[in-house]
């Protein structure tokens, strides 16, 4: 076992999960991309595209400004999609595509965090569409993900209403910390990605999982435990070992407080102008 999970009862803690490459193989959003393609919400040229943008994040090339392309070409690209079908595609597509990716690391991890009776949360970037049920499918308790605006024909509009990356990440854990009553410094975070360090440095034991060059540099420096997550397993297939229900996610998102969404906004905006258009 390449972690120890400690049963306290009182106070309450959690723990908290970047998703992408932490959690499962992938990237969430982009590992939808077929199944945009067929459901005719895409078109060939976009298809390619996310396929290569999907090549680009599993090499670990995706620094900040990447990742901030990569935000601007995916809301650009979701404008004027319908929330109802994107919520069906994922929904048919979910266990094909999420089931055989997520890591057997860390759903022994979900679990054990869940027996020593700690909440478990998805803290990730991408889209709450899509984090909400992989959540779900995780028997996650909570869900921390991006939202999108929808307009009154029930559409993305292509703008932001709440960014979940970087600083903004760490706002809402505090702010969950406080409504839930969580003890930060008994509570546990896990990412791969150096962006997600203000997360991390949040609670009192951080993990780095499958880090980047980056968050190894900065784990080491800071003496933080580095796991390897290497295999990807079916929730299927773990069923006879489970001890813990899978529960539906209450979603937290934009909801979880207007400090961090409005925390979430200002850093953003900020960082828009400093953002290079993403040339295709």
């Known amino acids: 076992m390449l972690w120890v999970v400690e049963n306290h009862s009182l106070p309450r803690t959690?723990?908290?999960?970047d998703l992408?490459?932490?959690?499962?193989a992938k990237s969430s959003t982009l590992t939808f991309g077929k199944s945009f393609y067929q459901g005719g919400l895409i078109n060939r040229r976009a298809a390619l595209r996310?396929?290569?943008?999907?090549?680009?994040?599993?090499?670990?090339?995706?620094?900040?400004?990447?990742?901030?392309?990569?935000?601007?070409?995916?809301?650009?690209?979701?404008?004027?999609?319908?929330?109802?079908?994107?919520?069906?595609?994922?929904?048919?597509?979910?266990?094909?595509?999420?089931?055989?990716?997520?890591?057997?690391?860390?759903?022994?991890?979900?679990?054990?965090?869940?027996?020593?009776?700690?909440?478990?949360?998805?803290v990730s970037t991408s889209g709450a569409e899509v984090v909400e049920p992989i959540g779900e499918l995780l028997g996650a308790d909570r869900v921390v993900a991006t939202r999108m605006v929808v307009g009154d024909d029930g559409c993305f509009?292509?703008?932001?209403?709440?960014?979940?990356?970087?600083?903004?990440?760490?706002?809402?854990?505090?702010?969950?910390?406080?409504?839930?009553?969580?003890?930060?410094?008994?509570?546990?975070?896990?990412?791969?990605?150096?962006?997600?360090?203000?997360?991390?440095?949040?609670?009192?034991?951080?993990?780095?999982?499958?880090?980047?060059?980056?968050l190894r540099r900065e784990a080491i420096a800071r003496g933080w435990p580095i796991l390897d997550f290497n295999r990807p397993v079916r929730l299927k297939q773990r069923l006879p070992t489970l001890s813990v229900p899978p529960r539906p996610a209450l979603v937290v998102a934009a909801a979880v407080g207007a400090a961090a969404a409005t925390a979430g906004l200002v850093w953003y905006a900020s960082r828009r102008k400093a953002a290079t258009v993403y040339a295709g």
């Open 14 to 17: 959690a723990a908290f999960f």
């Open 20 to 24: 992408d490459k932490t959690v499962i």
């Open 50 to 122: 996310t396929a290569y943008a999907q090549f680009v994040f599993l090499a670990g090339g995706a620094d900040h400004d990447q990742m901030e392309r990569m935000r601007k070409y995916l809301s650009s690209l979701c404008r004027g999609w319908n929330v109802q079908q994107v919520k069906e595609i994922v929904a048919e597509t979910l266990h094909d595509l999420i089931d055989p990716i997520i890591y057997d690391e860390a759903a022994s991890l979900i679990e054990e965090h869940h027996r020593a009776g700690r909440d478990v949360v998805i």
């Open 157 to 214: 509009t292509g703008e932001v209403e709440y960014y979940a990356y970087g600083p903004t990440k760490a706002e809402a854990i505090k702010e969950l910390a406080q409504s839930e009553g969580y003890d930060l410094d008994r509570c546990y975070a896990y990412s791969d990605s150096a962006t997600d360090v203000p997360m991390l440095q949040t609670v009192g034991r951080p993990y780095a999982v499958n880090p980047d060059r980056a």
